[in-house]
């Protein structure tokens, strides 16, 4: 469990289900549009790699 900012994305990334279980609600409505779910891209967002 734990979660890494990443500053050139402006995203944080929280990780561990209790965790995020958590914390999930709270921070979409702080933070906004969720950019990946368990690595993958969500909804209408563009992403390179994997």
Not at 18 to 46: C, F, Q, S
């Amino acid at each position: 469990m734990g979660t890494f900012g990443n500053w050139r994305e402006s995203s944080l990334c929280v990780f561990g289900e209790e965790l995020l279980a958590h914390v999930d609600e709270d921070l979409t409505n702080l933070l906004g549009t969720v950019l990946r779910r368990g690595g993958r891209p969500v909804g209408n967002i563009w992403s390179f790699g994997p």
